[in-house]
């Protein structure tokens, strides 16, 4: 296929890169009347010749431009609405520029990106090693305030703050704001003498970690290529079960050593500095320079990430997209408004969805199964639950471009139901009783399983992709919020319920969210894969 057309005349030949399977020159050729007798388009070609004396060269430049540019415009509202009108799936609109191989790179960022999120699984994962050792060492009780709920809530309040601070400052100003309350928590819980500076310490921590929860899945999908954002958004999910398993390795040495656990809680202050560090080399999201006007800084972003043959595309799909140049910076009552609101409810139902189908629940209980197994060691129970979550997730980021997001929740939480009614049913059925502990187990490693294909990685990368660019930000925080929210009632309240209504009764409610999650996807998420950011914006909010 011919990849270009020339411009010519006399020794002057210009080469004017289009394709000429562009969708917008095929549906649109019938529009001659806005187009100067000097350009024709027709087949996907553009061929345009020079009168030979009215007007200047850089003239007729300048209004071929102009036309093809507002056929084009054209294009991408009429689809648009027409995909809208199709429902509002992004899978109507067919993509406007093919994405080349890029010359840019973009892994070495992610990776930075991803110390975030190892940050996340580490700190959520190291206290329950340690929390023996640290009840004694400080002479506390292990209440519900040292098992994580502190962490928890405080993490709530970070995600939130992280919105706001990412559309202030930008994505990696905020990683690296992000790294002061990830490393004094850090040292305060290293170095504690007393229950009150280890729960100033794990405030803080949990403060840090609620932002990264928000900017990390935010910088990454902003960040990556298309045609692999999925796969590289998934790869956030990957790093927090490495982060968890991480902290349950640093734990192996407290057996010959007690005091280990000040070393524990000390060596998150490694990858924090590393992740500010890191952010001080790595390039700035494009699409929020874009927002604030700093063009000249986002055409340099995006050569570093793709490549500078890249720059004219990326450029012109945000200023077609274009939405955050023209309007006011979006503040939180915004995201309540009639335009936005159906989208972010469905952001924060996804992590409802997410917590309330009992993963913590599962994964707190995956001793006790284990056990009832035959399996004594609680490092193995552990290992063999994270060693599931971090497959399931490999396999997720191989089929998150080809298969879809939509499809992969659906998959997840079916899958999750089933084994949750295993689990039950394996407690209940006097029947089952000869083989209750291996269905347990199997039942679980099938729960944890189906939940790392989907409903793990996908809500955090889906996220990024639904909103708008004006309330990209604040609207991934509010629903990262509802993630911290809904995992600090069911640490605080599951326990509870157990005692009263017993672990099968409960485990049943759970297959009974799951149902319901399969029925609320399939009727309100869009498919996204394949579709750049700004195609996605324009299919889903078509007018401004």
Request: hydrophobic share 50%; glycine share 10%.
């Amino acid at each position: 296929m011919q990849a270009s057309t020339h411009l010519i005349k006399g020794n002057l030949e210009i080469k004017i890169s289009k394709r000429r399977d562009l969708p917008c020159f095929r549906e649109f050729k019938e529009r001659k009347s806005t187009l100067t007798r000097n350009l024709c388009i027709r087949r996907g070609s553009i061929c345009s010749g020079l009168s030979s004396g009215a007007v200047s060269m850089g003239a007729e430049l300048a209004r071929a431009r102009d036309n093809v540019e507002t056929v084009a415009r054209s294009l991408i509202k009429f689809r648009s609405v027409k995909a809208q009108a199709s429902g509002g799936d992004v899978e109507d609109l067919a993509p406007i520029n093919p994405h080349e191989t890029s010359t840019g790179t973009v892994l070495p960022f992610v990776g930075v990106a991803c110390l975030g999120a190892i940050l996340f699984g580490y700190h959520l994962g190291v206290v329950n090693g340690a929390l023996d050792y640290l009840s004694k060492d400080l002479g506390i009780a292990q209440n519900a305030v040292m098992q994580g709920i502190t962490l928890l809530a405080a993490a709530a309040v970070g995600s939130f703050t992280g919105g706001a601070l990412a559309d202030k400052f930008g994505r990696t100003r905020t990683f690296q704001l992000d790294a002061i309350p990830l490393i004094i928590g850090a040292v305060l819980t290293a170095i504690a003498q007393n229950v009150q500076t280890m729960i100033i310490g794990r405030l803080l921590a949990g403060i840090g970690i609620g932002i990264t929860s928000a900017i990390v899945p935010l910088y990454i999908s902003e960040i990556s290529p298309t045609d692999i954002r999925g796969a590289l958004g998934s790869v956030n999910q990957l790093f927090i079960c490495i982060g968890i398993l991480a902290a349950l390795v640093a734990g192996l040495p407290l057996s010959r050593s007690p005091v280990w656990w000040r070393g524990m809680f000390g060596l998150a202050v490694i990858p924090s500095i590393l992740l500010a560090l890191g952010m001080t080399y790595s390039p700035e999201s494009p699409r929020w320079l874009f927002q604030q006007g700093k063009i000249s800084e986002a055409e340099k972003s995006i050569g570093t990430l793709y490549g500078k043959e890249r720059v004219p595309e990326v450029m012109y799909e945000l200023r077609t997209a274009g939405q955050g140049s023209t309007e006011p910076e979006a503040g939180w009552v915004d995201l309540f408004s009639k335009r936005y609101w159906k989208v972010v409810s469905v952001g924060a139902a996804l992590f409802f969805f997410q917590q309330f189908a009992g993963i913590n629940a599962v994964v707190y209980y995956s001793t006790a199964v284990f056990r009832s197994a035959g399996i004594a060691s609680d490092v193995a129970a552990s290992a063999l639950v994270g060693a599931s979550n971090v497959f399931g997730t490999v396999i997720a980021s191989s089929l998150m471009d080809r298969q879809g997001r939509k499809s992969l929740l659906i998959t997840s939480f079916s899958g999750m139901g089933a084994s949750m009614l295993l689990l039950s049913l394996s407690f209940t059925w006097k029947v089952l009783a000869p083989y209750s502990g291996i269905l347990a187990v199997v039942g679980t490693v099938l729960y944890v399983l189906s939940f790392s294909l989907g409903a793990g990685p996908v809500p955090a990368l889906l996220l990024p992709e639904i909103f708008a660019s004006r309330i990209r930000a604040k609207a991934v925080a509010l629903s990262l919020c509802m993630h911290w929210i809904s995992n600090f009632v069911i640490g605080l309240y599951f326990l509870s319920v157990v005692d009263k209504f017993g672990i099968s009764v409960v485990y049943l409610v759970f297959a009974a969210v799951c149902l319901l999650a399969v029925l609320f996807m399939a009727g309100n998420i869009v498919e996204t894969k394949g579709r750049s950011l700004e195609e996605i914006e324009l299919a889903l909010n078509p007018t401004t």
